[in-house]
C-alpha cells in the first residue's frame, strides 16, 4: 500500500530566536513562525492530505493550523509523544546553561539534562520513533494514502538518525543528516524513499538560519 509522509518542524518561536530552552514548554509562534506556518501550506496545498498527527504543543499545533488553512477538511490527531525532549527543571534557561552549568559541575550535557528531571538522549529517541513507528501503522490500518506529522526539531533529528541507520533511500542529490531542522522545513518520504529533507523553500531567502533544536 502507499504511504506519501510530509514531516514538518513547527515554525519560528521567540525562543528559537532568543536562543532558550523550550523542551517541552507551551510557547507559541511569533509572528515570523505565524508567517512561516501559511507559507508552508501554501506551499503544500495541493497535497490533499488525509490526516494530520501533532504534537500536542501550541507551537505544533499553530504550524498545522497554517497547513489545515489552506485543507480545512483534513482530519488531526494531537499525540504528546511527539513533544521535544523532556529538559526537566532547564526548561527556560539559556541554551549556553547546559554548557556553563555542565563545566561549573564537572559533568555531561547528558547527565546535567537527567539530573534536572529530564529524558536521556535514548529514552527520548525510543519514545520518537516509536511514535513514528506507531503513526505508521495506524495510517495503512485506516487506509490513509497521505499523511503530515507535525513536531520538533528534536524528534526530527532523531527519526534522521533513525532513517540512517534504517537504510531508507535517498532521491537523487538529497542528503540525510542528522542535524537541526529549520522552521517549517519539509521532509517527504514516499513508501519509504526520502524525496525531500529539510526542505524550506517556501521560505525564499527571507529565513536561512536553522535554530537550535531545543
Known sequence: MHLSITLVRHGNTDANNEHWIQGQLDTELNKTGLDQAKRCGHRLKDEQYQHIYCSDLKRCQQTAEGIRSYQPNVSI??????????????????????????????????????????????KFGERVVKAYERIMKDAQEKGYERIVIVTHGGPLRQLSTYWIENDYKVSKDIHVRSIAHGNTAITTINNGLIVEFNSTSHLGKKYVAAPPTV
Open 77 to 122: 490527531e494531537y499525540d504528546a509523544d511527539l513533544r521535544e525532549r523532556d529538559c526537566g527543571e532547564l526548561s527556560g534557561q539559556p541554551l549556553k546553561c547546559l554548557h556553563t552549568e555542565s563545566s561549573r559541575q564537572k559533568i555531561s550535557v547528558e547527565e546535567l539534562i537527567i539530573a534536572n528531571g529530564g529524558e536521556s538522549v535514548i
